[in-house]
């Protein structure tokens, strides 16, 4: 089972860029598709976006589409989640997740292996 740690998170103002990324150890990293999650403080851990293990499509939630973009170096064993134009309501802690051979599903419960986290938390 891979093994998946964030990193990048911090404190930034609203409309900045922030660029996380997720290293991958312990499995053949190419075979796995990734997704990115995020829960804020109180709230349930929602869906943010994800690429397949091909790494040939990726699918985004309505409120990343267009600001979050989402790529992945299987060399580097990384993937990575771009964020701009960040607002307050991005402030969360954000997970990366392995789903083998998967196509970045949107439904935590397909990802068997999750990362510890890495808080991002946006100033107005």
């Known amino acids: 089972q891979v093994q998946l740690v964030e990193s990048g998170g911090g404190l930034v103002q609203a409309g900045d860029s922030l660029r996380l990324s997720c290293a991958a150890s312990?499995?053949?990293?190419?075979?796995?598709?990734m997704g990115w999650f995020r829960q804020a403080q109180g709230k349930e851990r929602e869906f943010v976006g994800g690429?397949?293990?091909?790494?040939?499509?990726?699918n985004y939630a309505d409120s990343a589409k267009g600001r979050f973009t989402i790529s992945r170096d299987n060399g580097k064993a990384t993937v990575y989640l771009q964020m701009n134009s960040l607002k307050p309501e991005d402030t969360a802690v954000y997970y990366c997740?392995?789903?083998?051979?998967?196509?970045?599903?949107?439904?935590?419960?397909?990802?068997?292996?999750w990362g510890q986290g890495t808080q991002v938390t946006v100033s107005l």
């Open positions: 690429i397949t293990w091909v790494g040939d499509s990726t």
């Open positions: 997740a392995a789903e083998h051979y998967g196509s970045g599903s949107r439904y935590a419960s397909r990802y068997a292996s």
């Open positions: 312990g499995g053949i990293v190419s075979s796995y598709a």
